[in-house]
């Protein structure tokens, strides 16, 4: 069964950092782009960061560029997301989700890990 299990969120100040991790199972990400959403209460879902199966092309959204990075190991089947100089606008749920290469949708999708950042 094909699964994504988030791990790595908590309660982080301003200025800290936090690697969130997505553990892919029954598929392997060589065929799979992995992206990064968010969603805050009472707002709507937003793409944060993605990478692509094929020649790891990285995208991300305007807010987190030069905070972020996303990277993958396709040996351990993991994707992650690294969070430096988190503001409280960062705080959210992540969630990781897959998509199959030539396919316009995220097919897959985590339960989410919660990021608080707060002083």
């Known amino acids: 069964q094909v699964q994504l299990v988030e791990s790595g969120g908590g309660l982080v100040q301003p200025g800290g950092s936090l690697r969130l991790s997505c553990a892919a199972s029954?598929?392997?990400?060589?065929?799979?782009?992995i992206g990064w959403f968010r969603q805050a209460p009472g707002k709507e879902r937003e793409g944060v960061s993605c990478?692509?199966?094929?020649?790891?092309?990285?995208y991300y959204v305007d807010s987190v560029k030069g905070r972020f990075t996303i990277s993958k190991d396709n040996g351990k089947n993991t994707v992650y997301l690294q969070m430096n100089s988190l503001k409280p606008e960062d705080t959210a749920v992540y969630y990781c989700?897959?998509?199959?290469?030539?396919?316009?949708?995220?097919?897959?999708w985590g339960q989410g890990t919660q990021v608080t950042v707060s002083s």
């Open positions: 989700a897959a998509r199959a290469s030539g396919s316009s949708g995220y097919g897959y």
């Open positions: 029954g598929f392997t990400l060589d065929y799979y782009a």
């Open positions: 990478i692509s199966s094929s020649d790891g092309n990285t």
